[in-house]
């Protein structure tokens, strides 16, 4: 607000208030088609109109630039209150604190920019440009991150990251966009909506193609639990335990979405394993266990085909190594099993002993903790455990709740079957 005092006070002596308008409207426009990336940040397409609006010598910069990030980069949510007052003031604040700084780095280097030099215009454009992204992108990341209690490293992974090209290339179409319209007139500034729809298309189909992945992913860790017998959600508690112990050990956001996915499909390869084995109420004889154990091997084979799954082959065929070798199906141990398995295996142990099943009752959480620690360097790397223990210690149980994967809001494959085990069973009337 005090930028836009400052700029406005005096007001500057000529104002093409047509001009102003102009830009607002174009930003308006761009506004209204934001999309929301899967951290919660808002991806709008702003960007270029607001440095055309910078870009643009006839509009009595700073004045102008503040006032069209101001007024124009309000969106349709704005208006249906979907950010609280507050963080509808914050976004505003931050596009013209973002357009005041990079009117400053325009400022400041006019005086090396002799008109018409080529090397020296483009390296304006991209310093301007980019202190613009950078400060934008910065105080937007830092207040989604306060908002839902996130690092600030794992929204920049979850969103900003992914579509960063899509943003940047908004510098250089914002210059042009305010050199046409200068140069040939306002009205063809209308056909750069084509390249920055595209640059939206771009961000929409990155979020799709996320959630389509992420849905597949979660469908065929249903299947797993349905088949395993196992209760509802284990694989996705697993993912989230594995996901929080991950983050407590200091793992950089990509490497915690593998291992999140990997929790989740740790166990596909029980879809090869005879279900006269994997449903079997009593124990195991020595054949069988062995048939059982093999289940890595063809979660490997599962997993191995596909290019997308292929980065949680080593964490699923690991799983169920022990630290001191003594585990399968390689008997590798120490740090030479993946940190991922050495996660899973942890996470899957200490979700198994504290939630309900058919045949006992869940153990709580301390005695489930006192037979990790038992285990630890045995079955467990001590250092995972550790992590479990400072994190449940420092945080609370529902911190293994944290997670961005979708909630199980529907019946189980295992439910459905119980469900319709229990109803009468139609017959086909021609079988007779
Ligand atoms: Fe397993």
């Given amino acids: 607000m005090l930028i836009l005092i400052r700029v406005s006070l005096p007001p500057p002596p000529e104002i093409d208030l047509i001009r102003l308008a102009f830009w607002i409207g174009v930003t308006l426009v761009a506004a209204a088609l934001p999309v929301r990336l899967p951290g919660g940040v808002h991806a709008t397409i702003t960007t270029a109109p607001v440095l055309a609006a910078l870009f643009d010598v006839g509009l009595a910069n700073p004045f102008g630039v503040c006032w069209v990030a101001f007024f124009g980069t309000f969106e349709p949510r704005d208006l249906r209150g979907e950010p609280k007052w507050y963080g509808t003031l914050f976004n505003r604040a931050d596009w013209v604190i973002s357009g005041y700084a990079a009117w400053l ?14 090397f020296a215009t483009v390296l304006q454009i991209v310093a301007a440009g980019g202190v613009f992204a950078i400060v934008n992108n910065l105080l937007g990341l830092l207040a989604n991150s306060l908002k839902t209690r996130t690092p600030v490293s794992r929204v920049w992974a979850l969103s900003v990251s992914n579509i960063v090209i899509g943003l940047v290339s908004q510098v250089p179409l914002g210059w042009l966009m305010a050199e046409i319209a200068m ?13 920055l729809l595209l640059a939206r298309f771009s961000f929409s189909k990155y979020t799709e193609t996320r959630e389509l992945f992420f849905g597949s992913v979660s469908a065929l860790s249903q299947a797993i639990d349905a088949k395993d017998g196992f209760t509802r959600g284990h694989a996705d508690r697993v993912s989230r335990i594995a996901g929080a112990i991950a983050r407590e050990m200091g793992l950089a956001e990509k ?8 929790g989740l499909l740790h166990d596909i390869g029980k879809i090869g394993v005879e279900d006269r084995i994997l449903m079997k109420p009593s124990r195991l004889d020595d054949d069988e266990a062995e048939l059982m154990r093999r289940h890595p091997i063809y979660g490997k084979s599962i997993l191995e085909p596909s290019i997308a799954l292929r980065p949680l082959v080593p964490l699923v065929l690991h799983h169920h190594e022990n630290y001191d070798g003594s585990g399968y199906p390689n008997g590798l141990s120490g740090n030479s099993i993946p940190l991922g398995s050495r996660i ?10 504290t939630s309900d099943r058919v045949y006992r009752k869940a153990i709580g959480h301390e005695r489930a903790m006192d037979q990790l620690n038992r285990y630890k360097s045995r079955q467990f790397d001590p250092k995972v455990v550790r992590a479990l223990d400072a994190l449940i210690r420092s945080r609370g149980v529902a911190a293994l709740e944290a997670s961005d994967l979708p909630q199980i809001e529907y019946e189980t494959l295992a439910e459905l079957r119980r469900r319709l085990a229990a109803e009468p069973l139609i017959r086909d009337a021609h079988a007779g």
Avoid: H, N
Avoid at 105 to 118: D, I, K, M, Q, Y
């Fill in 105 to 118: 780095v325009l400022f400041f280097t006019r005086s090396a920019v002799t008109s018409g030099e080529p």
């Fill in 183 to 195: 140069r040939v007139g306002q009205w063809a500034v209308v056909l750069f909506m084509v390249p």
């Fill in 255 to 262: 490497e915690v979405e593998l291992i999140e996915l990997a």
């Fill in 344 to 353: 899973i295996i942890v996470a899957d142990a200490y979700e198994a002993m």
